[in-house]
């Protein structure tokens, strides 16, 4: 069954850090995965989808398919970057659902 | 930027009562989900929408459950008779047919419904 898998609840970080939000899928068909970003009382905005290949505010992340994982990263966390981050797996099988993981939280402190 | 927009932002119910939540997608996209997120868990599809019809739904979406394109740019999500597990804040999303942004949904900001 396709399912989302984000271990860490929260992650805490201080500003300057390296951070790498951990995400990891089942899936039997070929995945297509997006990184979503939900800053405070703001809605879900994508972030990264793994096949444009792009960097989106200093974001990266890599699809291994090897590992069946989808981890987001970024070199040097930003105070900004205080968000909710959701891993998913676009189900492409009906009308391309989105599931999501269970998200992890990112507090970057000064 | 064209954004899908959700009314209200925050639904107070009782138990029982039909309640309707709004979602007005973004003019030229076709396609038009709703999720939901209770509080402290993930994000769960519940329908999709193509063509004046439900294209797929979860299991979650039972007889309580509705939705409808009343007319050329709203959206809704009834629920006929609200249960206290019905509490939890619902997005809305659309996406288009065709273009370089084909697969991305853009969500709203949620509407927050709660049952008392």
């Known amino acids: 069954a396709q399912r989302v898998t984000q271990p860490e609840k929260l992650l805490s970080v201080f500003k300057g850090a390296p951070v790498e939000l951990k995400c990891n899928y089942s899936?039997?068909?070929?995945?297509?995965l997006f990184w979503y970003v939900q800053y405070s009382r703001q809605r879900l905005q994508l972030l990264l989808r793994h096949i444009s290949r792009e960097s989106i505010k200093g974001f990266t992340a890599d699809l291994n398919k090897g590992e069946t994982s989808f981890h987001l990263k970024k070199p040097f966390a930003q105070e900004e970057d205080s968000a909710m981050y959701y891993c998913?797996?676009?189900?492409?099988?009906?009308?391309?659902?989105?599931?999501f993981g269970a998200g992890t939280r990112l507090a970057v402190h000064p | 930027e064209p954004e899908v927009t959700q009314t209200p932002s925050h639904q107070v119910t009782q138990m029982g009562q039909e309640v309707i939540l709004r979602c007005v997608p973004i003019s030229n996209h076709l396609y038009f989900y709703w999720y939901r997120q209770i509080l402290g868990q993930k994000v769960e599809f519940l329908v999709s929408f193509y063509n004046n019809e439900i294209s797929e739904k979860s299991e979650i979406f039972d007889d309580q459950f509705s939705v409808e394109r009343p007319d050329g740019s709203n959206f809704t999500l009834k629920i006929r008779s609200t249960k206290l597990e019905d509490s939890a804040m619902y997005f809305c999303?659309?996406?288009?047919?065709?273009?370089?942004?084909?697969?991305?949904?853009?969500f709203g900001p949620g509407t927050r419904l709660t049952v008392l």
């Open positions: 999303a659309s996406r288009a047919t065709s273009g370089a942004l084909y697969n991305e949904q853009f």
């Open positions: 899936y039997s068909g070929s995945p297509e």
């Open positions: 998913a797996l676009l189900f492409s099988g009906g009308y391309n659902k989105l599931i």
